[in-house]
């Protein structure tokens, strides 16, 4: 029922293939072997690499050392702060991009694909040259005993920057699609703000709204390069998780790094078994 | 309740949707809004509702100024042309919304819902959802959540637009039917004549941003105030011609028009309605226009005849009474005469196209 722009739908043909035989097992074939070399091999290699000493040793590498620990956690408290602001902006994004016209609505929608089009690491310096000690804000930040640039508040900014797009761009054709007359039916029938947003544009949106929130998710887990330049890269302060991997790789601390590695991938393959649920609870519950 | 508009303009950018408009609607009125798309009539609709804000002019209700009244506050009920119903809601709790937001005790929201479904015949179909419904349905429904918080007035924007012929003619019936009932002050928006002629008290005929003419049916389809309004109130013929001395000159044809008494010749357009128009076999008195039947369709409840007048190569579109037309004989070919019983004529600088 929901359009969602990047919700594929069951196969478009219908029928016996047409191709000759030796066609569709050279086809079959092919995306076998891209999908074993890209995604099979390396996922299991993670796994096989992490759990090389035994199940045991895994869980020292990830619970043993403090640092390793603080980064799992740092991970688990970033990322969520950063989904649920982007929450908040991408609904309001949305909503004033999809429900008003105004000049520079066109320059808007462009905006926030930004983050999409620039390097992390320039989305890092950037924010570096803004809050770091010599950066504009800098002075007014050390008066006032705030820290941002290699501190938690920076991890925030630098992984809400780079997930910026997910939640709004998910909304956007949702919203477009259902158009307008919802919500203003809800309220000629004398409902304020808030009761049409949470009785009719939430209802109507949150498939949409849930999917973002997932890709959003898996993304501020990962992200690497942002992070990295205004963390500092402080061991047990502003290492995350990937931050950590790349460490504990650096050191040849090989076993550590992979179980750190197969922990991140895990959280991302529970984001992906979420999002195909999702996609099936939704088939369902819409009726045609 | 009365609605009472004073000159409202709104402008979209470049484009004047609205200019000047000024509308009474008494209290317990049909209104049909009639025109073109992109005539205003929306709009004005919209602005009436509140869910658009005038950029000049006056709103009231019953004298109450409600030019910058919030559409929530206003209490009126909205039926929109795509129904605009809460896919994610069964039809009771559609219907329910209102209720549910202004805190009703429960009890009296089930019976409210349910007269309301009785009264749009769609008892038994409460726990359906919007997507199960047929559009007449649907409309319904609309129309009950409309009506569920006893609104102070209903307005409807092109309410059977998207419905099949045979649905909408019922739902029309209907429509008048509910509101002789009801007497709730009720403005629709429409593009069809036949459906504002049949179901509405006033009928006002919008162009470009102006009420070109507002009146009863029956005033506005025997005193078109303008070629536009004759143009849109359905087919009809045109002829160019040139009016003097209280006469229009069409060919071989003079009419008198005795309201336009000048000397001098000007353009002028006459219009002749088709079931205005009589078809005779002999020429009497010489002001009859000799004409070549081409085509008869007797199919229907009157018999279209087009006619070719083969002196001055105009044809012209003639609507006879079966009776007549069996009277006639016509058969295509037939050497027949054309005597207009009722001409409008229109000087030419009134209407440009």
Redesign the interface.
């Known amino acids: 029922?929901q359009p969602n722009s990047m919700t594929p739908h069951s196969a478009i043909r219908r029928g016996p293939p047409t191709e000759p035989l030796w066609v569709q097992r050279l086809l079959i074939a092919a995306a076998v072997l891209v999908l074993t070399v890209l995604i099979i091999v390396p996922v299991i290699n993670i796994f096989a690499y992490a759990l090389q000493d035994g199940v045991g040793a895994y869980w020292k590498h990830l619970t043993g050392d403090a640092d390793t620990w603080h980064a799992i956690k740092l991970t688990l408290f970033v990322a969520p702060i950063a989904v649920v602001l982007n929450v908040l902006f991408g609904i309001a994004a949305a909503w004033l991009l999809t429900r008003f016209s105004f000049p520079g609505r066109t320059l808007l929608t462009s905006l926030i694909d930004l983050p999409f089009a620039v390097s992390p690491v320039v989305a890092g310096l950037m924010l570096v040259l803004l809050f770091g000690a010599k950066g504009w804000f800098g002075p007014y930040l050390q008066a006032a005993n705030m820290k941002i640039i290699f501190a938690t508040p920076g991890l925030v900014l630098a992984t809400m920057f780079v997930t910026l797009p997910f939640v709004a761009r998910e909304l956007i054709p949702v919203m477009q699609a259902i158009g307008p007359?919802?919500e203003?039916?809800?309220?000629?029938?004398?409902?304020?703000g808030w009761?049409m947003f949470w009785?009719?544009t939430l209802?109507?949106i949150k498939w949409g709204l849930l999917y973002g929130v997932i890709l959003c998710n898996g993304r501020a887990m990962g992200e690497f390069g942002a992070v990295y330049v205004v963390s500092g890269h402080i061991a047990g302060q502003t290492d995350t998780m990937p931050l950590r991997v790349e460490k504990l790789f650096q050191d040849f601390n090989l076993p550590a790094s992979f179980a750190v590695a197969s922990l991140l991938t895990l959280l991302s393959l529970v984001t992906i078994v979420l999002k195909v649920i999702l996609e099936n609870w939704k088939d369902v519950e819409?009726?045609? | 309740m009365s609605i009472h508009i004073a000159n409202v303009t709104k402008r979209f950018g470049e484009f004047t949707a609205l200019d000047k408009v000024s509308l009474d609607v008494p209290s317990g009125d049909l209104l049909a809004l009639l025109g073109p798309s992109g005539s205003g009539k929306t709009t004005l609709l919209r602005i009436i509702?509140g869910?658009e804000h005038a950029d000049d002019g006056v709103v009231r209700y019953e004298g109450e100024d409600v030019t910058n009244k919030a559409?929530?506050?206003?209490?009126?009920?909205?039926v929109?042309q795509?129904y605009?119903?809460?896919?994610?809601m069964s039809v009771f709790e559609n219907v329910a919304?209102?209720l549910r937001?202004?805190n009703t005790p429960k009890a009296e929201v089930n019976a409210r819902v349910k007269e309301l479904l009785h009264l749009v015949r769609l008892e038994g179909l409460g726990s359906r959802?919007p997507?199960?419904l047929s559009g007449g349905q649907r409309q319904r429904v609309a129309l009950a959540?409309?009506l569920a918080?006893r609104p102070r007035m209903l307005l409807l924007d092109e309410p059977f637009g998207a419905l099949d012929a045979k649905v909408r003619q019922e739902l029309r019936q209907w429509l008048r039917q509910l509101h002789d009932e009801m007497h709730v002050t009720t403005v629709f928006v429409t593009h069809d004549q036949e459906e504002a002629f049949e179901v509405a008290d006033h009928v006002v005929v919008m162009r470009a941003g102006k009420i070109e003419q507002a009146g009863s049916p029956q005033d506005v389809f025997d005193h078109p105030a303008s070629p536009f309004v004759m143009d849109f109130l359905g087919q009809v013929n045109v002829f160019h011609g040139r009016l003097q001395d209280g006469q229009m000159h069409v060919g071989n044809i003079a009419v008198n028009y005795p309201e336009y008494t000048h000397a001098e010749s000007r353009d002028a357009t006459a219009y002749i309605r088709p079931h205005e128009v009589e078809l005779e076999r002999l020429p009497g008195d010489g002001t009859r226009l000799p004409v070549k039947v081409l085509h008869v369709n007797p199919a229907g409840a009157v018999t279209r005849v087009r006619v070719l007048s083969e002196a001055f190569g105009w044809s012209l579109n003639v609507e006879l009474r079966p009776e007549r037309y069996a009277e006639l004989a016509l058969r295509p070919g037939d050497q027949v005469f054309a005597v207009p019983k009722r001409v409008r004529v229109f000087m030419s600088d009134d209407y440009a196209i």
């Open positions: 029922m007359d919802e203003l039916a809800a309220i000629t029938l004398g409902a304020n009761q009785r009719v209802p109507n819409v009726p045609e | 509702a869910l559409p929530k506050d206003r209490e009126v009920g909205f929109f795509h605009a119903l809460f896919r994610h919304f209102g937001i202004r959802y997507a199960q959540r409309a918080v």
